[in-house]
């Protein structure tokens, strides 16, 4: 059904249930594309600049993988769109009405991801162990809220899989997130 959605572009499926929608909705749906264009924007500008660093680096000879300040400089912007890409994502995901507005786990692995990035750039030499085992304790913090929410959304599941089984009715296949 993914795949339908897909081929009829993501406007399809808001233009088919606009009239339907209450005026919140529609907001939310319109706030949710200009988002999801201006994050796009975002993307290709950071995309380009990203392209024209590593190109700058590649015709000075200064690109050494083995130098940590370019290899966390390139590392960290390679991080910086993929935050970006996965959170236009999420918003994708709104547009398409699959989920609602707001997608706390999403929240949750877009924090996580952040958290990679800043422990890739972040200069050790200069960080206290402080600040360190701080960011370490936010990144276990949220890793261990993740992990409950998908603990309680596999149980969710099993017990309406268990319902269904109870009632004689065949479980959907693809329902595990």
Known sequence: MKREKGRQGIFAETREHWPL?????RFEQTVAIILSFAIAVVVVVALWELLLRIGILLLSGSLDPLDHRIFQGVFGMIMTLLIAMEFKHSIIRVIERDESIIQ????????????????????TSTTGADKLAALAAIVLALGVVYWLMRESDTRKLLAEAQIEENAGVPPEEDRRP
Do not use: C, G, Q, W
């Not at 929608?21 to 909705?25: A, C, R």
């Not at 929240?107 to 991801?113: D, G, M, N, Q, R």
């Open 104 to 123: 706390v786990k999403t929240v949750i692995l877009i924090a996580i991801l952040a958290l990679a990035r800043k422990f890739i750039i972040i200069d």
């Open 21 to 25: 929608m209450t005026f919140y909705e």
